[in-house]
């Protein structure tokens, strides 16, 4: 959410149980013409999923591809993105916003020594357009025009033409948010099963990382990629990074108690007090509003396709009794924040911080229901409608606490008015699938918000011919649809705050998930470790920066 290659069944269990030592294998290749030191273990809750950036669905498998790539435009965000040179050195619109030009960088190779070229940008976006692929990201190109996704110039400029101007944030993101796909590899292959082709477990690397191994469930090792030919500065600094996979939350917090890994994304808040107090050495970080978690209805389900009985369920929930008792530390410290949609608190001036969240209220949901249908009619404690009883399975991925106690709540909390919840945990990539296969009940599930604002793959309605993969819920409002767009077409960020604020108002109205709140997550990393970015935009930001000190380093070359 692929099997590089098998190791022997000795080492894999070593590795499975926490044994592993990085000393004890010799790095695949040499290292970067910079000097490196150390490895940098990283307990991963989940493995990898298809590393075809286009078809890729998750975050897991995003934090990879960032550092096996080269990124056209690098970030830095402050209340929105801030755009910096990269692949591209440099770009420009048109004086109607329409066009967008860029030169590219001349220099930087694949693995295999093939140049990457405009052709490549231009590949990788043809790739996206086509309805065989079925790329989830197909709403990148709706607003360019057909021989202009992009146009190639020559190798080193392309432009990208639009069918109007929009938001240059968003324009930006359709144009550069994607890992390349080489042409030279992939463009004789079948569009069709793509997904199955072989650089879906074997890419090639054209940034500061390669991937060295990929045992799968086990380990994701990355080292420095000796055939990176970009920025000097930009050459990775350590010798290794080892994604150890630990689905269960409990076995990742007490190798990095341990010192087992080094580091770990998603502490869970009653952790953060006890780390504070028995490992100093851990050094904690907050990310800022990037992560949500929420309850997805599937509206396809006639027991959840009424309004009233959505609202009913959000009115029985006690989102801010979780907040106090599951994500604020012993001295009062909140780590979130009540949700009210998918567009984070951290867009300043863009998400609506009018909307005032719907309260705890448990007579309210019973008036709701009731007014849905749903009663005791043989008084058996649970409601029911025309024979069917209001019982249902509310699934979400294993290897999240927070979550499973999310599961209990809600559980215990829906059962006081007369609603029968049944839990299940799912492998996560298995939970997903079945997401966008809408085939679930309800689910517990969070987004890592996208920086920019492309509400359209979560929200727009079905058509006969587009499929929205991320519409998880089948969530439809041809108001909401207008709405979008609107705001996709307006390209005065200021002019598109309201149509953005009305949209999102109108969403949570419908109450088409339970948005349980943002949070400030918190990663917890050895203090060894300097140069680190763990930020809003990643929990690896600029990873090929990260650096041990000589007098500090754990795992000896």
């Known amino acids: 959410m692929f099997a590089r290659s098998l190791s022997l069944l000795s080492a894999v269990a070593l590795i499975s149980c926490g044994g592993a030592d990085p000393t004890t294998e010799k790095p695949e290749g040499p290292a970067s013409a910079q000097e490196t030191r150390d490895t940098l273990v990283v307990g991963y809750m989940a493995d990898m999923g298809n590393l075809i950036s286009i078809v890729n669905d998750s975050a897991s498998t995003t934090n990879i591809l960032s550092n096996l790539s080269y990124p056209l435009i690098k970030s830095d965000f402050d209340c929105s993105l801030k755009k910096l040179p990269g692949l591209a050195t440099d770009w420009k619109w048109s004086d109607d916003g329409k066009t967008l030009s860029m030169t590219l960088r001349d220099d930087l190779t694949y693995q295999d020594g093939t140049k990457v070229t405009a052709d490549d940008v231009a590949f990788t976006w043809e790739l996206i357009s086509d309805p065989e692929v079925a790329s989830p990201r197909i709403s990148y190109v709706e607003r360019m025009t057909k021989d202009g996704r992009p146009k190639v110039i020559d190798d080193t400029h392309l432009e990208w033409h639009f069918t109007e101007a929009y938001d ?187 909307i005032v969240p719907l309260s705890h209220n448990l007579e309210k949901a019973k008036e709701l229901l009731a007014e849905a249908g749903w009663v005791d009619t043989d008084a058996d404690g649970i409601l029911d409608k025309d024979g069917e009883r209001f019982e249902f399975l509310l699934s979400t991925n294993n290897g999240n606490k927070r979550r499973a106690d999310i599961q209990i709540r809600v559980q215990a909390q829906l059962a006081k008015i007369g609603v029968k919840v049944n839990l299940e945990k799912q492998e996560m990539n298995t939970f997903y699938e079945n997401l966008r296969k809408k085939d679930y009940d309800a689910g517990v599930a969070g987004w890592s918000s996208s920086l920019f604002i492309d509400p359209e793959s979560i929200w727009h309605c079905d058509t006969d011919t587009r499929k929205y993969e991320f519409n998880f819920v089948g969530y439809c409002n041809p108001e909401v649809d207008k709405l979008i767009e609107k705001g996709l077409t307006t390209a005065d960020p200021k002019e598109a705050a309201p149509i953005w604020k009305e949209m999102q108002a109108k969403i949570y109205e419908d109450q088409p998930y339970l948005f349980l709140w943002w949070m400030d997550e918190i990663v917890g990393i050895h203090e060894r470790f300097e140069s680190v970015e763990i930020d809003v935009l990643s929990p690896f930001h600029n990873l090929h920066a990260w650096e041990v000190p000589p007098e500090k380093v754990k795992y000896k070359r």
């Open 168 to 354: 240059r944030d968003s324009q930006m993101s359709h144009a550069s948010s994607m890992p390349l796909l080489p042409r030279a590899k992939l463009g004789t292959a079948d569009r069709k099963t793509l997904r199955g082709h072989q650089m879906s477990k074997e890419p090639l690397a054209y940034g500061p990382w390669k991937l060295a191994k990929w045992e799968p469930n086990t380990r994701i090792v990355l080292e420095p990629n000796d055939k990176f030919t970009g920025p000097a500065e930009d050459r990775a600094h350590l010798n290794r990074v080892i994604f150890k996979i630990l689905p269960e939350y409990t076995t990742r917090l007490i190798e990095l108690q341990g010192g087992k890994i080094d580091m770990m994304e998603d502490i869970n808040v009653p952790d953060v007090d006890k780390l504070r107090k028995e490992n100093p050495e851990i050094k904690l970080v907050r990310r800022g509003w990037r992560n949500n978690d929420y309850i997805a209805w599937n509206m396809t389900k006639p027991m959840f396709a009424d309004k009233r009985v959505r609202t009913a369920l959000a009115h029985a929930v006690d989102v801010n009794g979780m907040i106090e008792k599951m994500l604020t530390s012993e001295t009062g410290e909140a780590f979130a924040r009540p949700g009210v949609g998918t567009i984070t608190p951290a867009l300043c001036g863009v998400h609506n911080d009018d």
